[in-house]
């Protein structure tokens, strides 16, 4: 099957986000053409490198809920990867239509665009949470089953699903990534973004939704977007279904405490109990990764190095 | 956690067709206040009940793609059971829009609705199309990974995805079903419909899709309607998940040479050839049933008794 194709252009939606634009320098690096399109919700200009990679890089302001705007950008590529959507679980509790709207139909939109336009691969990045609470640690790839617990985590499914239809529809070669908590410098979200913003704001007090016992794998974005390129590469698909992530946990009590003591150590740390941190949250998170290791990757960093790398970098940008 | 409710109106979204249609008469059969959406695309009014049944059945026309009717529709009552969908799977590769808009979207704007008029129960229609090309037979619940192979099994694994993005965000009790081939008089579609259909157009001659060696699981309607209702009634939600079958097989090509015999023994039949029907299509499908015979229900007729049935229904009508 068709696979990652540098020698055409490559589309990244979500370009301009904390994964996407570390995907897009390391293709910009690999001498590929590349084609942004983010809607700038959440990512940013200035993840995008500037300068000399103009010539290589072009940058579409697109909304993927747009059909026509996307096929337009789609146009002439030879591989997509798809990673634009609502990157935060809690805010689709609030809003119900938002991950149906930039997740499913986003990626409907997506794939519409890459079947009328013949691009032979399209590559999509999901997540743990289609494992909904699983019984089965690590967890692997052919786990069932699948009910998840968000809004979020449902259009994760439903986009796997959709890749999946296209894939033996249609005759596109996909792979789908299932990604465990990625961090890194270029995030906007999630809980150490969060331990430092609500720090910033109060820096006597750190609130952590739930008990702190909720225990997940890190991997750090560069770690993510080496293996998401390792299986675009050597996957052999139609659907070649990818954990990422790390071998070990670190709590967010760990957390807590590291993110409180890398701005001086005063903050005292609130709990609001629950085992869960929010509607949605999935409190225990493990992913068997033995299936992308045997494609010869390796994280580079476990779980308590990308923390603590990551923790590190945040503390010298709010210092 | 909140199960069927017969005191209170209960919805059954496409519950002028095939299947919902015989759900109906049960339900007002057990005394239920009942209201039917559909937009009669494939249901019928005729196979509704009419005359004695006037004060307890309502019938609305209603496109499950507008979020306000379906809000209308919905509110005030205990119980849905959302069944409206694109009924035909090889429509929606001629036209990848259909089962995204009326089945996803469809089902996100049932849920929707249902969370907004505070209904705590929803029981859902979808199918062994969500376990794509599974290795084990009889296929479990809990088989994993899920690749859909139709826009259509797409639409079903997505909106399975968010009735348990609902069930645990928002504290709905739901049921999945998810069905083998369900056949039976009332039925507008299918392979048993179609190859009537055929020898209606020319009857020297039968085209099956497909070597004929397709096997599957047949289901009565009234057999399925039974289990519907013991899984709603019996279940512990947040997400009950059941497979509906039967424990035996029938083959196309059996299925083909039984039609023939019923229409004189004179056809030839002509295979297309090839081990798929079409794209998308399941060659092979068993279920396993265990879960709901463990509530205690047994179909009461088994695949073959359920096609030859069947047969001589459609055969009677087409005479």
């Not at 959440?42 to 890089?57: E, I």
Request: hydrophobic share 40%; net charge negative; with cysteine.
């Amino acid at each position: 099957m068709a696979r990652l194709d540098l020698q055409r252009p490559v589309v990244v939606t979500g370009g301009a986000g904390a994964i996407g634009s570390v995907l897009v320098r390391e293709l910009l690096a690999k001498g590929a053409e590349v084609r942004v399109l983010d809607n700038f919700s959440s990512g940013r200009a200035d993840h995008l490198p500037g300068g000399g990679h103009a010539a290589h890089l072009s940058v579409h302001r697109v909304d993927i809920r747009h059909q026509p705007e996307v096929a337009r950008a789609v146009r002439g590529a030879g591989s997509v990867f798809h990673l634009a959507a609502n990157p935060d679980i809690r805010l689709g509790t609030e809003e119900p239509s938002l991950d149906l709207e930039h997740g499913t139909v986003g990626t409907f939109h997506v794939l519409e665009a890459a079947r009328r336009a013949e691009v032979p691969f399209v590559a999509f990045s999901s997540s743990s949470v289609v494992y909904g609470l699983p019984d089965t640690f690590p967890t692997p790839e052919d786990y069932g089953p699948l009910i998840p617990q968000s809004l979020y985590g449902a259009s994760k499914l439903a986009s796997e699903a959709l890749l999946g239809a296209y894939a033996h529809t249609y005759g596109l070669a996909t792979t789908i990534y299932r990604f465990a908590n990625i961090i890194g410098p270029t995030m906007t979200h999630g809980v150490i973004f969060d331990f430092f913003e609500k720090l910033r704001a109060d820096p006597a007090r750190l609130e952590v939704l739930g008990d702190g016992r909720q225990s997940k794998s890190w991997l750090r974005t560069e770690d993510c977007v080496s293996a998401m390129l390792v299986a675009a590469e050597k996957g052999r698909g139609p659907v070649d279904v990818y954990n990422l992530g790390t071998d070990d946990q670190v709590s967010v009590k760990e957390i807590a405490e590291k993110v409180v003591a890398a701005r001086g150590g005063t903050a005292r740390i609130e709990y609001t109990g629950g085992h869960q941190g929010w509607a949605g949250d999935i409190p225990v998170q493990l992913l068997d990764i033995a299936r992308i290791r045997g494609l010869g990757w390796a994280p580079r960093w476990n779980s308590r190095e990308a923390v603590d790398r990551t923790i590190t970098e945040l503390a010298a940008r709010s210092a």
